[in-house]
Structures are given as C-alpha cells and as structure tokens.
C-alpha cells in the first residue's frame, strides 16, 4: 500500500519537542499505537474496536484494523494479511465513508449492526441486516479472511449469519469468495477497483458476471463494457486462461438453478494468492499479471470496441512538462476520477487534445480542446499530456528523440557544475540500429563524458524486439517481482546471459523514476550497488537492463521461516559489510555524493555467492560537494526504514540513510521485520523492542533464534549498538557510514552509549511504498 505525507516545515522547538510531534503524527496516520491491543478474533456487542486497536484471526493469518492509505486524515476500516503489511488491505468496510481522524470505533449496536461510530457525523453503517429478536450478536475473523457478523443463541451457539465481508468485496477476490450472483436472492458478488493506490474509494472498473445469462465475466468501465472473458469452456474462459490456470490456486465456475459464480481455492497455507483489480482494469494475482486491461486500443482479446472515429491506432499520448497559454480547458476535480479515467475521456473525446491530474494524489482531470497552445519547459512547469496522431514510424523517431534529450536535458541542469563533456565520441554496443546507436552516443558523451572508455562501451542499447524474445513475450512465469516503477522479469539475451528486466509503468512518476535510475547508477561501479547493462527507449516502452542475481532480495531470506534457517550468522555478517560499503561508496568515494532515500531489505539483491548489492535508484539525489542536506518537496522511500525528519520535515542527507541502515542491522540480527510485534503483553515495533532490551540489558534475546548459538556474540551485539546508534533522532548523534564501518569491524573500538531512538513508542509499523515525485 502506498501513502503521501505532506513536507512540514522544521520548527524552531528542540529535538524532544519534535520527537513528540513525531511519535503523536505517526500514531494517528498508522495502525495501531504504543497501547494498542488485540480483543483476538472477536468482537462481542458493547465492546468497541477503536482506532488503535485490532482483530487477528485464530493462525494469525488476517488482521482487522483501522489504516490510512494516503495522506491527509481519512481513516478507513480493512483487512489485510498480518504478516504481510506491504500487500494493501484485501478489504475495505468503509471505503466511500471514510472516518476523519483518528475517533472512529467499530461496534455492533443493540440491533446486531455492524457500525463505525466517531465524533464528525452519523455512525458509517457497515452492515444492514438486523438480529431477529433480543439476541445477542458477535463478529469473528477467519483465518480465509471473512469477517463474519453472528447472531447467537442463548447458550452462545451460532443462531445464524447475519452478514459476512466475503459477500461484499471492494477489489480482492480470495479463496472461498464467489464472482457472480444468485438467483433467488440477488445477491451479486463483483469487484471494483479503488480509485488509486491511495484513496480506496469506489473506482471505475467493475469486474462482475454477466446478468443476462452467459457463463463469462465481464468488466465494466464507468457502466461501459469494456472487456468479457468469452464463456467458460473446458475449465477456462475463451479469453483469460489466466483466471483460471495458477501454480497456486484451482478456479472453478458453478451454474445450477440458484447460483452461477467463479470461486478458487488453495491447498497451500504458504501463499498469498488473490485476484486484485486496480485502477487500469488490470487483474493479478499477487505479484502475476492475469489480463493487463490494455483495451484502450483494443488490443486484447475480449475488448470492447474503444476507438472513437477521429482516433486510430497510432493514437497516443505523450508527457511533456511546461506550460498551457491558452485557458480552452475544463475541469473535473471529482476525486472518483482516477489517471486511467482521465487518458481514457480525453481519448474518446474528439474535441480533447490533452489532459493533466489536478489533485496531488493523481486524481482528479483537466481537459483542453483542439485550439491549446503548449509550451515546452523541460526544467519548470506541470507534467501534461498531449494526444499524437504520427504515423508509427515518425511516432518511434519522435519519442526516441524526445526522451534522450529529456534525460539530458534535465540532468545538465542539475548537475552543469560538475559535469565535463567527453571530446571523444563513444562507441555505444547497440541490438542493431545505428541511428538508435547515434542518439545514445550523443547522450553518452554528454551525461558520462567523465565515464572511463570501457564503461561507456558496456552500456547497451537494446531493440524492444530483443527484450520480447528475451522474457517470452514477458511471461508470468518469467516474472522476479514489481515495485513503485513498475515490473521486473528474468531475461535470457541471445549470447545466453541471464538478465533482469525493469519494466516501466506507462505514468509520470515511471518516467521520473526512470530518468533519475539510469542517470545515476550508469555513473556507478561497485562491487556493492547492482549493475546497469542497458536499456531500451523503443516505442513507448522505459526498460532498464541489469544484472541478473539469482538469489532475490534480502527480504527474501530474513523473513521467509524456511529461508532464515539457511542464513547463517556468517552470511549476515557478509551482508551488514557488503551493504556499509555500498553506502559508503555512495556517500564519499563515488563521483558524486549520493543518497540513495530508499534503503530497505528488498532492495538488497544477493548473487550466486550471498554477496549484497544496492539496488532501485529511482528515488536518489546527487549532493555537491558541499552540500550536507536538501528539502524534498515531496516525500519519496518507504516507511519503517524513514528517518523522523525526512518523514515530518522532509529534510534528507547522508544522515538519512544512516537511519535506515540501522533499521537493516537490527533486522538482520533479529530475523524480524520493523513493524510491531507482541513481545510479552505489548505491541512493539522492533526498533523500541530493541531499546527496551539495551535499557534492561537484555540485548542476546534480540538475535534471531534461527542462529540457535551458532553466531559470534561479541559481532551480534555489536551490530545492534551501532544499529541502535544510527537510529537516534537527531541526525547530528548518528555515526557517518565512515563511523559505522570501523565500528562493525573493530571490536576494539570504543562505542558510545546510545540516545533514545526515534519513533520508539510502539506504533504498529507498515512497510508503506511512498512515490517519488523529485
């Protein structure tokens, strides 16, 4: 799940003062709070699930509790899975209703409802169906997910389901739920996506079964057919054999006279499957595309015919940034309005020449007619997009052009003081286009004259063709995993390399992410940070070319039960050194001073050997020399690994990921994610875990019991000194990556005592993706 926090100004009170701000800010933006408690699966009448508080079924598989998914102080009642907080609620009770602030209380009033009381308006009503009689009522999470509200008999037995989340989805389809309708009821049971990453709100995109008596499913875009599945024949559907065939899950369709519904199952504990819908009409299931929803163009089998008469199929649209001199616009600034729904009216109307998002949550559109003037300001301005009409041909040239002037364009701008242009025109390695290979020399020699002759000749330029046949037309079994800039497939290249492939997504912040990665990290070359091979800029397509390593990410093996067994104290050790000096490299020995603001343990990738390598640049900064911190105007890493003041202030340098390293060696010593767990009676996050055991000198009951005692005592202990002195609030007290090397690998070296951590209080923390926008 993803979230905005907006910049606050830097105070003039002290640090304790702030430290308080921080502690009261983060407690009512996220779940949970230093006295949250679990009532453990159950609600009973008269009690009330308040804001802090939580349900978690019987195997600890689900969690019910109230969230905030973007900024500002909407507060929405969900259920995701426990130990995965990354994946975004699976439900949402309250999604159209959101609560301000942090008063909202969940009960069953004496009626047997299911409510949702605070102090600003009405009880949001979750449930409609009362108790029969003078019954008592009560509502449980299940370990499949469902929350289901109960009347009970005077002895405490289930009388009846009264109602139950499984018939009422918002985007997520989990095993035992049904898609479709019964007959005798009319009961329907459909998804329907959220409007963004960030407001959970009822969005465009229906996908449900057909009412008119067809067996096939059929997605909706603002009551418009926009795509059908084609029947279910021979246990799949014409046009999606993905929604029905998966590693993980077996999906059947029931027709009988009552009902008729698509329902899955699984016989695996392990796994996350589900089916989510987002804002574009695509469907996965987990990380694994099911139909990519690309029926804009009517690309896809199942499309509903799309293209108005005055748009063909070289019809696209182009981002640019500058400036509109011409009011021949109009506004929609409905926050129902997704970034999908905006490209899409601008596209079916024949009048619109472009369109921007008005909110800063990319919701919300303004359109402009035919007559607009666009002024183009590389360096200023707003991200507009412009509809094209070129033959494809031109269409390639024009955006192969574009975009390589952008990518220089911007990054002469920020960094002209330091850069010195190469007299020598490079020799580019190109997948066979000498134009192509031209335009990337003529970049090359700009942005990386200071670059050594072999490294300029190892960056490659690769056709769109080649990466197709590279990933099998990016299959889903090909698929290594996604993020914030988009998808990521394991490649084999015709000489037989092995090869990750980052593909972007088709939005701003893709093409932000994507300048800012490949400016950066082809400046790079260290044995620690993962290597760039090349990229394509074909089409509409931003792919970037890396290295492939084998062994995932960090994450992978830290907080996978079976996989932790299998990291060694040894292996850690290796990791904690390998990732300081990657940092350090960054932050002095590099060409430029470079944070990276986005350090975390998925973003450490591990080679055939364990060896760690720094990985996603999307969201890092350049320093002068000079220079010792900057203000973002937007907040852009991930939260649990954020220093309090880039998350409040947003001020960010070198100290910030100084921060986060300390967040990963505590992690890594302790086998345990930052987020709150129980330790005894309390809900913790594991950096106050950790300071609470240091002030108790009971530092040995952090290390993960994975190591039994087999590990180096004097080495573990002292990782989590250094790692609780890097997350100390005032950046000033923190050691530099310099102090944090020599520290971990001297034993000798003296160690200061360290001051209380940021954020200790024990608010229930969530790896929260935050999208750049630098």
């Known amino acids: 799940m993803q979230i905005h926090v907006r910049a606050v100004h830097r105070s003039s009170m002290g640090t304790n003062g702030r430290s308080i701000i921080v502690i009261v800010f983060v407690s009512s933006l996220l779940i949970g709070a230093s006295c949250s408690y679990s009532f453990g699966d159950t609600v009973q009448q008269g009690q009330k699930i308040r804001d802090w508080e939580y349900l978690i079924s019987a195997n600890g598989n689900f969690k019910l509790a109230f969230f905030n998914p973007g900024k500002g102080r909407n507060r929405y009642l969900g259920i995701w899975y426990h130990n995965r907080p990354d994946i975004k609620p699976v439900w949402v009770g309250n999604r159209d209703t959101p609560v301000d602030g942090s008063s909202g209380a969940l009960i069953i009033d004496e009626f047997g409802k299911l409510k949702i009381k605070h102090k600003k308006g009405d009880p949001i009503e979750i449930s409609s169906t009362e108790a029969r009689g003078n019954t008592t009522a009560c509502a449980t999470l299940l370990d499949s997910g469902n929350f289901v509200l109960k009347e009970l008999n005077h002895d405490g037995s289930t009388k009846q389901i009264i109602w139950q989340s499984f018939d009422y989805p918002t985007d997520t389809l989990l095993p035992g739920m049904k898609l479709g309708m019964n007959f005798k009821t009319g009961q329907t049971w459909s998804l329907t996506s959220w409007v963004s990453d960030e407001v959970p709100a009822t969005g465009s995109f229906t996908l449900s079964g057909d009412a008119y008596g067809t067996s096939q499913l059929i997605i909706w875009w603002q009551k418009n057919m926009y795509w059908v599945s084609g029947e279910w024949k021979n246990g799949h559907f014409e046009h999606a054999y993905e929604l029905s065939d998966s590693d993980y899950a077996n999906c059947t369709y029931v027709i009988n006279e009552d009902e008729k519904y698509l329902t899955c199952t699984t016989n695996r504990s392990d796994t996350f499957w589900r089916y989510v819908m987002d804002s574009t009409g695509a469907i996965s299931s987990g990380a694994s595309p099911a139909l990519d929803g690309g029926c804009l163009y009517d690309s896809a089998p199942g499309c509903a015919k799309m293209l108005p008469e005055c748009r063909n199929q070289y019809t696209r649209f182009e981002s640019s940034t500058g400036y509109i001199s011409d009011d021949s616009y109009k506004i929609e600034r409905s926050d129902r309005l997704s970034e999908f729904d905006c490209k899409t009216l601008c596209f079916k109307d024949c009048s619109c020449a472009g369109y921007a998002l008005t909110n800063d949550n990319r919701t919300g559109c303004q359109f402009w007619s035919k007559e607009m003037r666009f002024v183009e300001d590389l360096f200023g301005g707003r991200e507009v997009n412009i509809l094209h009409h070129e033959e494809q041909e031109i269409i390639e040239y024009k955006h192969w052009w574009k975009l390589l002037i952008v990518i220089s364009g911007i990054s002469i701008s920020m960094y002209m003081s330091r850069l010195v242009l190469a007299k020598k025109e490079p020799k580019v390695v190109v997948d066979g286009d000498d134009d192509h290979e031209k335009l990337l020399g003529e970049l090359l020699s700009q942005e990386f004259g200071e670059i050594n002759e072999q490294r300029r000749n190892e960056l490659q330029l690769f056709s769109f063709e080649s990466i197709q046949t590279a990933t099998n037309n990016f299959a889903s079994e090909n698929l290594l995993g996604q993020g914030g800039f988009g998808l990521v497939f394991k490649g084999i290249l015709n000489d037989g390399l092995e090869v990750a492939i980052k593909r972007a997504k088709c939005s701003g912040q893709g093409l932000i992410e994507f300048k800012n990665e490949i400016i950066l990290i082809a400046k790079l070359q260290h044995t620690n940070l993962v290597r ?141 994610r930052n987020t709150a767990h129980t330790y005894g009676r309390r809900q913790l996050n594991l950096i106050a875990y950790a300071w609470e055991l240091w002030n108790e000198g009971r530092v040995l009951e952090l290390i993960d019991s994975a190591l039994g005692e087999m590990y180096n005592v004097n080495e573990a202990l002292s990782c989590t000194h250094v790692g609780l002195l890097c997350v100390q609030d005032n950046p000033i007290d923190r050691p530099t990556m310099s102090e944090a090397m020599t520290m971990i690998r001297n034993e000798s070296f003296p160690l200061s005592t360290p001051r209380q951590p940021a954020l200790f209080a024990g608010w229930n923390q969530l790896e929260i993706n935050i999208p750049s926008s630098v």
Request: glycine share 6%; with cysteine.
């Open 532 to 672: 760039l091979l090349g990229c394509c800029l074909q089409r509409e397509e931003k792919i970037l070319v890396y290295e492939y390593l084998p062994n995932k990410s960090l994450d992978y093996f830290l907080f996978e039960p079976e996989q932790r067994m299998t990291l060694d104290w040894e292996k850690r050790f290796n990791i904690i050194e390998g990732v300081a000096q990657g940092l350090l490299y960054l932050h002095k020995y590099s060409r430029l001073k470079i944070v990276h603001r986005d350090l975390k343990s998925s973003n450490i990738l591990l080679d055939e050997n364990m060896n760690p390598k720094i990985s996603d640049f999307g969201t890092a900064r350049i320093f002068a020399p000079n220079d010792t911190e900057a203000n973002a105007s937007r907040i852009a890493g991930t939260y649990g690994y954020m220093a309090p003041e880039y998350a409040m202030d947003g001020i960010f340098s070198a100290k910030s990921d100084v921060y986060s390293f300390g967040v990963l060696l505590l992690e890594i010593v302790s086998g345990k």
